[in-house]
């Protein structure tokens, strides 16, 4: 991912994970891994700074609440 100003290839400062949905069992739960990327040329104005966020998807699940894996406990 290049830096929009200077056009120089940035460089991943930053790396963290984020979750959608995990507050719901009826929502879909996917997990992102995120990382922010930032230019690394001390002449440009936006050196240091985040310049491009990338979001890959690592994990998806459907809400609805019901487990598939047939371990439900009944009686
Ligand atoms: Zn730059």
């Not at 830096?3 to 290839?9: A, H, N, R, S, T």
Request: aromatic residues 4%; glycine residues 10%; charged residues 25%.
């Amino acid at each position: 991912m290049k830096c929009p100003v200077c056009d120089l290839e940035g460089t991943i400062c930053r790396c963290r994970t984020e979750v959608e949905g995990d507050d719901s069992p009826a929502a879909a739960t996917r997990v992102f891994t995120v990382q922010d990327v930032s230019c690394r040329n001390p002449q440009c104005e936006q050196y240091g700074k985040v310049v491009h966020t990338l979001r890959h998807l690592i994990y998806a699940k459907q809400g609805g609440g019901e487990s598939a894996d047939g371990s439900d406990v009944q009686g």
